[in-house]
């Protein structure tokens, strides 16, 4: 089976799919949490809550901030601690060692973190799928376009082949369960969703964006960007299945959606991780952001290619 694997794989050109694609996407992803414990006291992130008077609570899991459970002080430490592992990540550095580093912080802030918008969640599920592919990257900095220096064997790219593959079908579930949970509420049915959570009073609209967006979702056009909502999330399930071709055009549309999100409903860091999160769903894994960081192939690889040309 292998070997029909690596035949179908030398006929693809050997397209390498440790690209600064994927290393875009972990340094959004981790940069996200990172910003999220900077700007965030341990005070905030950790409180007792209704189920608990224990923060955080540590019935379940293993998560790293539980070996300071109830002492803010230690829980500042270890809120540090995770800063600097997740400025290495933002930096590229050594993906093999830093991606298991990164999913642990992710988990341990899923975990216990009190305050938490449900972009905790997708960061730590997507950090866990791109271990195999971390640990099979052996480049010195994710950003790194050139196969020059890198020369994966052929199980490492079946590996990371399978791995993304894992990443597109978690990603389409997402937005999948997202659009059915909304139908099950009369509000979304009826096109008047929107309009409840301009006014809810956590996640709500400013000021500002009340005023200009009043006229509209005070009105039946209010039907138009909440079932627009549940439009672009099953075009973005729907995607799992589309050509490559239509891929960016959905891509621009998801983004446009989560910035909506993020500057009138505040969900920044939420929108900042769906965004690597898409990167790693809509942008194919082996094409470069920026070609001139693209180097000229190596020989062992021209040759290869011309073989099964």
């Known amino acids: 089976m292998f070997q029909t694997i690596e035949k179908l794989i030398l006929c693809w050109k050997l397209k390498n799919p440790w690209t600064n694609v994927y290393g875009l996407a972990r340094s959004i992803i981790a940069f996200s949490s990172m910003v999220t414990l900077i700007s965030n006291r341990p005070e905030l992130l950790f409180k007792p809550s209704s189920a608990s008077i224990k923060f955080p609570i540590c019935e379940t899991g293993f998560s790293a901030f539980c070996f300071a459970q109830n002492n803010y002080f230690y829980l500042n430490i270890i809120r540090w601690i995770f800063i600097f592992l997740l400025i290495l990540v933002v930096s590229g550095w050594r993906p093999r060692f830093t991606g298991v580093l990164h999913w642990y912080v992710t988990y341990s802030m899923q975990a216990s973190m009190v305050v938490i918008d449900g972009g905790e969640q997708a960061a730590s599920v997507i950090a866990f799928l791109l271990i195999p592919i971390t640990l099979t990257d052996n480049r010195k900095w994710h950003w790194d376009a050139s196969e020059n220096h890198f020369s994966p064997g052929i199980y490492s790219k079946i590996i990371a082949y399978i791995s993304f593959f894992f990443i597109r079908l978690q990603v389409a579930i997402i937005y999948f369960h997202s659009t059915i949970a909304k139908l099950k509420n009369k509000e979304w049915i009826d096109g008047t969703a929107v309009y409840y959570y301009s006014r809810e009073k956590t996640v709500g609209f400013n000021s500002f964006f009340d005023y200009i967006t009043h006229s509209i979702i005070a009105s039946p056009l209010v039907v138009i960007p909440t079932w627009g909502t549940l439009l672009v999330q099953i075009v973005i399930f729907c995607s799992l299945f589309a050509p490559k071709k ?55 690889t021209k040759k290869l290619e011309e073989a099964v040309s």
Do not use: Q
Request: proline share 2%.
């Open 246 to 300: 239509y891929w960016r055009t959905i891509f621009i549309i998801a983004i446009s959606m989560h910035e909506i999100f993020a500057l009138m409903l505040g969900l920044i860091s939420f929108s900042m991780i769906m965004t690597g999160v898409l990167i790693l769903y809509l942008i194919p894994i082996d094409s470069v952001f920026c070609k001139l960081l693209a180097k000229n192939k190596t020989k062992k």
